[in-house]
């Protein structure tokens, strides 16, 4: 084995496996090993012994989830024993109804599409990145680019699944409104 590094040994092991536990959680997506051994200052090798530590807490205990690892990196996924009740939760909160200040957005969204969060936020006169976050979430709006001005806000528009929902086959078969009724159906 080789020698191990100064950093890796300043690390508390239990301590390095938790934190490893946690930046996989948090990223929801693989992280490369040489992301993580950037992170923890340590090296790839020393990184694969962390891996591996947590591999083997989460098959010894009755955790959700499990270790996945490819050639370059590590997830953080649901144990397959568990798949079932996780695809019946998401399924639910997908098609859970929605509420009033969430239809409104949508529907800003829908006739003033590709819009900024802050547009939204100007026609509603709230803050709505938490309903915003569950559109995209729910996989009725989705990022559509960019608006080229300062601090480059996400553009947002509807998806197919938003048309799937509602049951149309394209946006021009959204009711027509006129200009100022948007604003005034809104306050």
Do not use: W
Not at 33 to 47: D, G
Not at 58 to 72: D, Q, S
Not at 83 to 94: M, S
Not at 114 to 142: A, F, W
């Amino acid at each position: 084995m080789a020698k191990l590094s100064e950093k890796y040994l300043e690390y508390d092991e239990e301590q390095l496996t938790g934190a490893l536990e946690a930046v996989l959680f948090a990223a929801g997506e693989p992280v490369s090993r040489e992301r993580l051994a950037e992170i923890f200052e340590i090296t790839v090798s020393e990184v694969d012994l962390v891996a591996k530590r947590l591999e083997d807490r989460l098959r010894l205990t009755i955790a959700g989830v499990e270790l996945v690892k490819t050639e370059t990196s590590f997830q953080l996924c649901t144990k397959t024993s568990h798949a079932d009740f996780v695809t019946k939760y998401l399924e639910i909160k997908r098609l859970s109804p929605m509420s009033k200040p969430a239809l409104e957005v949508l529907a800003v969204v829908a006739y003033r599409q590709p819009v900024t969060k802050g547009y939204v936020e100007q026609i509603r006169g709230v803050d709505c990145s938490g309903i915003m976050n569950t559109l995209v979430e729910k996989g009725l709006v989705e990022e559509k680019g960019r608006l080229d001005a300062p601090g480059r806000p996400i553009l947002y528009g509807t998806t197919l699944e938003f048309l799937k929902r509602f049951g149309l086959n394209s946006l021009s078969e959204l009711p027509e409104i006129e200009d100022g009724q948007m604003k005034m159906s809104l306050e």
